[in-house]
């Protein structure tokens, strides 16, 4: 008889979840789609079936990561051969920043692509309108390219709240925001987001707009949990720093008898936040991750001690004007950076 060396699949009830504003659970542990360029939208998408087939119930998507079409394939196979039923999943896509005049048609196409009929969370990807080609260098500028600017982007929100009253989309939130950007959208909304996507890792913890996050009860969803080894050439510079290198969190893992990036994850979620790693070939460990025992509360502090503020995802295509530096992007000084 033939040995199978694929893995148990995990307890799905078992994997921890976030209690939303809403009441609603979201999976503390979720997967990423974004093949960064290098990974095939189909590759992508097998990795999402077999993903699901092993305990995964939450799939973070997008419109411009290319693969929506594939992965609406697979969800609708995983549903006729009822591994799952769409209620046991939490799918999220985002509004890419050419849509925010056509939020409706952007949302219908990803309903379209992913063959689904609602999405659990929809996402403001950037709250900046500026197009950029996919697979574009970063000192690529839209000579459309503007700052932020509240009115406009209340009237993406705007757009994005009618797709709640329409029942097409079940949750609605921001991502790459800053705190000056989240009180006003709080001031102004109708419906509050209910998560916030944002780069988290153990070297880049963010701890205001997470404590923001915390008061507010605006649930982070965590992107570049593990550093984002495998990102494009693009979103690198010398001054990056390693998270699955460190020295504490190499420590930790060899004390505890797992891998760094396993307790990259157990960290996030202990601390309160949803890790959304995307992997092809270590998706079961970071699932795992999940369920491993608490950190002790010496090992969290440790993890704490080694934010080094190193932002990854820099975002510089957005800039607009010519002169600036990647900062101005993140309102360093707690104001919204002016035109
Ligand atoms: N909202 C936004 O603006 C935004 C921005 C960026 C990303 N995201 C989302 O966040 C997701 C995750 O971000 P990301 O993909 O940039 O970064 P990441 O999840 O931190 O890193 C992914 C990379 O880590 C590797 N990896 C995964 N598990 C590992 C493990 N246990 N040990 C060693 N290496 C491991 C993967 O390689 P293998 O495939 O070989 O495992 C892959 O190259 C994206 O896929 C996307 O869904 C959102």
């Known amino acids: 008889m033939t040995q199978t060396t694929t893995p148990a699949p995990i307890d799905p009830a078992s994997i921890p979840y976030f209690t939303?504003?809403?009441?609603?659970r979201l999976p503390a542990i979720?997967?990423?789609t974004f093949g960064s360029d290098a990974v095939a939208p189909a590759v992508v998408a097998t990795t999402v079936t077999e993903a699901v087939r092993a305990g995964y119930r939450h799939i973070d998507c997008a419109s411009v990561y290319g693969n929506e079409?594939?992965?609406?394939g697979v969800l609708a196979d995983l549903f006729a051969h009822r591994v799952v039923g769409r209620d046991d999943l939490w799918i999220t896509s985002k509004v890419w920043n050419d849509m925010h005049g056509r939020v409706g048609a952007s949302c219908r196409k990803s309903l379209q692509d992913l063959r689904l009929d609602h999405l659990d969370l929809f996402l403001v990807h950037w709250p900046f309108p500026n197009y950029h080609?996919?697979?574009c260098d970063v000192t690529m500028?839209?000579?459309d390219a503007r700052p932020y600017i509240h009115d406009a982007f209340m009237r993406t929100w705007e757009q994005m709240e009618r797709l709640v009253d329409e029942g097409l989309v079940r949750h609605i939130g921001t991502s790459n925001m800053t705190v000056p950007k989240m009180e006003l959208l709080l001031r102004d909304a109708r419906i509050r987001p209910a998560c916030n996507e944002m780069e988290l890792h153990p070297h880049f913890q963010q701890p205001a707009l997470f404590d923001f996050c915390a008061q507010h009860a605006i649930q982070p969803i965590a992107y570049c949990p593990l550093g984002s080894p495998g990102r494009p050439d693009r979103d690198r510079t010398p001054e990056d720093t390693v998270d699955l290198e460190d020295p504490v969190l190499t420590?930790?893992?060899r004390s505890a008898g797992v891998a760094p990036a396993q307790v990259a994850l157990r960290w996030a979620i202990q601390r309160g936040q949803a890790p959304i790693p995307f992997s092809v070939n270590h998706f079961r460990e970071n699932l795992a991750a999940a369920l491993l025992p608490p950190l002790s509360a010496s090992a969290m502090q440790a993890i704490a001690g080694i934010d080094k503020g190193c932002r990854l995802i820099k975002g510089q295509v957005f800039l607009w004007k010519d002169d600036q530096g990647w900062e101005d992007l993140w309102d360093p000084d707690g104001t919204i950076t002016p035109a």
């Open 20 to 24: 939303l504003s809403t009441g609603d």
């Open 30 to 32: 979720g997967l990423g």
């Open 69 to 72: 079409g594939q992965i609406g």
């Open 133 to 135: 080609p996919p697979k």
């Open 141 to 143: 500028r839209s000579p």
């Open 251 to 253: 420590s930790i893992a």
